[in-house]
């Protein structure tokens, strides 16, 4: 496509037109102390700035917006800072998934309302990262992403420490006397640092990494840790490079197509990547159009080796990624898997992004000739358990519980097992299978992280730090264990998940890709028909729109109203 003029602009309707109108939004604008130099002629960018006092992953976004801003200004733009909602996976409750689709809506109608030619996405806090592509994906302006980045590895007595799992990890310890209390706080106070994303391949560094592999941020730029000058840098670049990307008309829909989506399936399995980017890319390729289901991430995940060493299914953290060569030199070792015709926010295809990449570290990110698992991370199951799917982390489970058969102990929601789990009477050992019901996008709600249920006391103390658990919940991207999660349909709505009894035997079967409950179809359908739907969590509010409209896991938990590429028209200028 031709290069744009300034008459082509959206802006332009707004501060081009010889009107009433026009004469509000230019004396406006002279009003915040703007010249007519500052916008005439110049395409204005939307920095839309997730920052918020109570997300320590984006504590860094008001020097970042600043620095994002003056590339803007070098490179010829009008850069004009909306806030969005923040979105804190610590500390925003039930979850954060809760609110990813109003994240999104919020994206979208900023994009739409305003007079934006095009749009600086910033984010990384877990569900940000999706809900910032999902918005521009629907309004489909000239859009490019900034990651907040990793923080800086976490240390105790000499040890690194990685958010989330270690976390796990010593709670576990703690609870049967292996370490102190002391202990325990000395590793509060060291495990996160500095600014920035959980430094795990987390949900956070997963979906950064998934963005990059789209071909939506510039090259290298997701593992680069928040506290690193060259974050800074990438910052102003990515401001640089979205006005070129405006001139040029270079859309999300041009840059996320299905071969970008397998791209960055493909980047997830060999990075051992949250099993939260199914239900995430699921969603964003939903919004335009794009014909991707579980059933493709698994055929991706056989062919995908395993090779980034990374907590918590391996070894190292982001810091060492980004050390090692980052994203780029990973997929360099995938070059012939991926589509490297694909086009990037670059201005360049991907097979050029990556050409000169190499790996720094071989214990960090293995050669293609020496992956950590020949096949990908994430793996799909179905059975008549998970009828229309369920997922599981095959790098972070206990081999041994790959293929395992055991007794059903069900616990009827989150706070039923929060009761129980420690009970010295639970009829529990370390074969059977734990479950937990109504956990899902309508049970919890919001399908919290609550999939890493946690191992009896008992349990634990028989030396035992791993047992084979189902939910239709999810679990943090920094979590590990034999967790079989995001079980389609959820229990809430009738799914089988909501048949199970105590003492029923369940089989798992990971090579197999097989869920099944041991459980005949005529006793199945006399519990099915015997089931009675929970009550309505919700009679208002939020929480009303959301019930009414949050689709399964397997499509991704967005609305159905936002789903698809149905137009939406541009607001009349009045």
Same mark, same amino acid.
């Given at each position: 496509?031709?290069?744009?003029?300034?008459? &082509?602009?959206?802006?332009?309707?707004?501060?081009?037109?010889? &009107?009433?109108?026009? +004469? %509000?939004?230019?004396?406006?604008?002279?009003?915040?102390?703007?010249?007519?130099?500052?916008?005439?002629?110049?395409?204005?960018?939307? !920095?839309?700035?997730?920052?918020?006092?109570?997300?320590?992953?984006?504590?860094?976004?008001?020097?970042?917006?600043?620095?994002?801003?003056?590339?803007?200004?070098?490179?010829?733009?009008?850069?004009?800072?909306?806030?969005?909602?923040?979105?804190?996976?610590?500390?925003?409750?039930?979850?954060?998934?809760?609110?990813?689709?109003?994240?999104?809506?919020?994206?979208?109608?900023?994009?739409?309302?305003?007079?934006?030619?095009?749009? !600086?996405? =910033?984010?990384?806090?877990?569900?940000?990262?999706?809900?910032?592509?999902?918005?521009?994906?629907?309004?489909?302006?000239?859009?490019?992403?900034?990651?907040? %980045?990793? *923080?800086?590895?976490?240390?105790?007595?000499?040890?690194?420490?990685?958010?989330?799992? #270690?976390?796990?990890?010593?709670?576990?310890?703690?609870?049967?006397?292996?370490?102190?209390?002391?202990?325990?706080?000395?590793?509060?106070?060291?495990?996160?640092?500095?600014?920035?994303?959980?430094?795990?391949?987390?949900?956070?560094?997963?979906?950064?990494?998934?963005?990059?592999?789209? %071909?939506?941020?510039?090259?290298?730029?997701?593992?680069?840790?928040?506290? &690193?000058?060259?974050?800074?840098?990438?910052?102003?670049?990515?401001?640089?490079?979205?006005?070129?990307?405006?001139?040029?008309?270079?859309?999300?829909?041009?840059?996320?197509?299905?071969?970008?989506?397998?791209?960055?399936?493909?980047?997830?399995?060999?990075?051992?990547?949250?099993?939260?980017?199914?239900?995430?890319?699921?969603?964003?390729?939903?919004?335009?159009?794009?014909?991707?289901?579980?059933?493709?991430?698994?055929?991706?995940?056989?062919?995908?080796?395993?090779?980034?060493?990374?907590?918590?299914?391996?070894?190292?953290?982001?810091? &060492?990624?980004?050390?090692?060569?980052?994203?780029?030199?990973?997929?360099?070792?995938?070059?012939?898997?991926?589509?490297?015709?694909?086009?990037?926010?670059?201005?360049?295809?991907?097979?050029?992004?990556?050409?000169?990449?190499?790996?720094?570290?071989?214990?960090?990110?293995?050669?293609?000739?020496?992956?950590?698992?020949?096949?990908?991370?994430?793996? !799909?199951?179905?059975?008549?358990?998970?009828?229309?799917?369920?997922?599981?982390?095959?790098?972070?489970?206990?081999?041994?519980?790959?293929?395992?058969?055991?007794?059903?102990?069900?616990? @009827?929601?989150?706070?039923? *097992?929060?009761?129980?789990? #420690?009970?010295?009477?639970?009829?529990?050992?370390?074969?059977?299978?734990?479950?937990?019901?109504?956990?899902?996008?309508?049970?919890?709600?919001?399908?919290?992280?609550?999939? =890493?249920?946690?191992?009896?006391?008992?349990?634990?103390?028989?030396?035992?730090?791993?047992?084979?658990?189902?939910?239709?919940?999810?679990?943090?991207?920094?979590?590990?264990?034999?967790?079989?999660?995001?079980?389609?349909?959820?229990?809430?709505?009738?799914?089988?998940?909501?048949?199970?009894?105590?003492?029923?035997?369940?089989?798992?079967?990971?090579?197999?890709?097989?869920?099944?409950?041991? !459980?005949?179809? @005529?006793?199945?359908?006399?519990?099915? @028909?015997?089931?009675?739907?929970?009550?309505?969590? +919700?009679?208002?509010?939020?929480?009303?729109?959301?019930?009414?409209?949050?689709?399964?896991?397997?499509?991704?938990?967005?609305?159905?109203?936002?789903? %698809?590429?149905?137009?939406?028209?541009?607001?009349?200028?009045?």
């Amino acid at each position: 496509m031709a290069r744009k003029r300034y008459e &082509d602009l959206r802006s332009y309707r707004w501060y081009g037109a010889d &009107d009433l109108r026009s +004469f %509000g939004h230019r004396s406006r604008t002279l009003q915040m102390g703007y010249d007519r130099a500052d916008w005439s002629g110049k395409p204005v960018i939307a !920095v839309i700035n997730t920052w918020s006092e109570i997300n320590p992953c984006h504590t860094h976004f008001k020097d970042r917006a600043e620095e994002v801003k003056r590339g803007i200004w070098q490179a010829g733009g009008f850069p004009v800072e909306l806030p969005a909602i923040s979105l804190s996976e610590p500390f925003q409750k039930p979850t954060t998934m809760m609110y990813r689709n109003l994240l999104a809506l919020e994206v979208e109608e900023l994009l739409r309302s305003y007079p934006a030619d095009g749009a !600086v996405l =910033m984010g990384g806090c877990d569900k940000t990262t999706p809900a910032l592509l999902m918005g521009a994906a629907s309004m489909n302006l000239p859009a490019i992403f900034v990651p907040a %980045g990793p *923080m800086l590895r976490g240390n105790w007595r000499g040890k690194s420490l990685g958010s989330g799992s #270690d976390t796990w990890k010593y709670w576990a310890e703690l609870k049967v006397g292996n370490i102190t209390r002391k202990d325990w706080e000395e590793i509060e106070d060291g495990i996160a640092r500095t600014p920035g994303t959980c430094m795990t391949m987390g949900t956070a560094a997963t979906m950064m990494s998934a963005v990059e592999a789209l %071909g939506m941020s510039l090259p290298a730029s997701s593992a680069i840790p928040a506290a &690193d000058s060259n974050h800074s840098r990438m910052a102003s670049q990515s401001g640089r490079r979205i006005v070129e990307m405006v001139w040029d008309d270079q859309k999300p829909s041009d840059v996320m197509t299905e071969k970008a989506f397998e791209n960055a399936i493909m980047t997830v399995m060999a990075i051992g990547g949250s099993t939260n980017a199914a239900i995430h890319l699921l969603a964003m390729a939903g919004r335009l159009g794009v014909p991707i289901d579980l059933d493709r991430f698994d055929s991706l995940s056989r062919r995908t080796p395993w090779l980034a060493d990374i907590r918590p299914s391996g070894r190292f953290l982001m810091e &060492d990624f980004y050390y090692a060569g980052g994203l780029p030199a990973l997929m360099g070792e995938l070059r012939d898997l991926l589509h490297l015709d694909a086009v990037t926010v670059s201005g360049r295809t991907l097979g050029e992004d990556i050409e000169r990449a190499d790996v720094y570290n071989e214990e960090v990110i293995r050669r293609r000739a020496n992956p950590l698992n020949k096949e990908g991370g994430l793996v !799909v199951l179905r059975g008549n358990l998970a009828p229309d799917g369920a997922v599981i982390k095959q790098t972070a489970c206990d081999p041994k519980l790959l293929k395992h058969k055991g007794p059903a102990v069900v616990f @009827a929601d989150y706070n039923d *097992m929060a009761a129980r789990i #420690d009970d010295p009477d639970l009829p529990v050992t370390p074969d059977s299978v734990i479950v937990l019901k109504h956990a899902g996008p309508q049970g919890g709600p919001g399908m919290p992280e609550w999939g =890493m249920l946690p191992i009896p006391k008992k349990i634990l103390e028989l030396g035992v730090r791993d047992m084979v658990r189902i939910s239709d919940a999810r679990m943090s991207g920094t979590s590990y264990g034999t967790c079989v999660l995001h079980v389609a349909p959820e229990s809430w709505v009738g799914g089988p998940l909501a048949l199970v009894k105590d003492g029923d035997m369940i089989e798992l079967d990971v090579a197999g890709r097989r869920l099944h409950l041991d !459980v005949s179809d @005529a006793e199945l359908d006399a519990r099915r @028909a015997a089931w009675v739907p929970p009550a309505r969590k +919700f009679e208002r509010g939020f929480g009303a729109i959301y019930a009414d409209h949050i689709t399964q896991a397997d499509k991704g938990c967005d609305f159905d109203v936002l789903m %698809g590429t149905r137009p939406t028209p541009e607001p009349e200028i009045h």
